[in-house]
């Protein structure tokens, strides 16, 4: 089992910054893949980023390429979600999730999900 915990969401203006984190416990960390994915009211989930296990492989969602940046330290057991020039469309509830070794863009190969973190941009 892998228990992930996401914390930094809030409100910001639009073109505003937050800094997703999400931190791990239960099972080696760097054995694993992380995604972060979201999910707007009344929308489906829909991939945002992923990472492989020691960081040197990024995916990202058209539309928020060159705003957010994933990363991970694997001695905190942690991968963080940094979103800039953030936009009115970003607003959605946010999750990590892990899966073994192999990062994907697609939801149900995720096997661990975090609870989420609601963030919302006001125009």
């Known amino acids: 089992q892998v228990q992930l915990v996401e914390s930094g969401g809030g409100l910001v203006q639009a073109g505003g910054s937050l800094r997703l984190s999400c931190a791990a416990s239960g099972r080696t960390f760097s054995n694993y893949a992380m995604g972060w994915f979201r999910q707007a009211p009344g929308k489906e989930r829909e991939f945002v980023a992923a990472i492989s296990v020691i960081g040197g492989s990024t995916d990202y969602k058209d539309s928020v390429k060159g705003r957010f940046s994933i990363s991970r330290d694997n001695a905190k057991n942690t991968v963080y979600l940094q979103m800039n020039s953030l936009k009115p469309e970003d607003t959605a509830d946010y999750y990590c999730?892990?899966?073994?070794?192999?990062?994907?863009?697609?939801?149900?190969?995720?096997?661990?999900w975090g609870q989420g973190t609601q963030d919302t941009v006001s125009s």
């Open positions: 999730a892990a899966k073994w070794y192999y990062s994907s863009t697609t939801a149900g190969e995720y096997l661990y």
